[in-house]
């Protein structure tokens, strides 16, 4: 999303999808826009997953105190930074509203990284019974 999003700024693509929610041609690509469809395609996907992984977090009995922090406010960080989105279309692209949406981003990143590095300091369970003789 970071390099996506990069590349969005740094073409000058941005307004090229001036609606929000959707682009000109609903759910439909076209070449005309296709940079800033894969941005908000891909952030809904995002958004998606980041949940998803929330609600497996927060009812694991085993997942760290710290985990469970990392993963809400990854939470929290993916749905602002989807609205922020949308204020950034709708605000045609002002300079605070740009920045704030990397700044976030990158808050949301440090999180989902959090929950991984959390996830692999976690025992790994056999997720077959072992055989006994
Ligand atoms: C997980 C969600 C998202 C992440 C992590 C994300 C991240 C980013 C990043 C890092 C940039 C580059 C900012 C810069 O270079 O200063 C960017 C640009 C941009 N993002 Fe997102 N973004 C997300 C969702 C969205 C959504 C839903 C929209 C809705 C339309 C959106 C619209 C834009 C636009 C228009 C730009 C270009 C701004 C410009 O031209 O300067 N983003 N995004």
Redesign the pocket.
Known sequence: ??????Y???S????T?PD??LCPQGFLPHEDFII?YI??S???T??LL?MATAAFVLKSKDAPRGMKIASLIATGA?IG??????V??VER?H?LL??A??G???V??SMVLMTVVYSHRMPAKMAVPAVRD
Not at 1 to 6: A, L, R, S, V
């Open positions: 999303m970071i390099f996506i999003g990069g969005v700024s740094a000058g693509v941005g307004l999808c929000w929610p800033e941005h908000r891909v952030a809904a995002t958004g980041v993916v930074q989807i609205a922020l989105g949308a950034v279309i692209l300079s740009v920045t949406h990397l976030l981003g990158l949301l990143f």
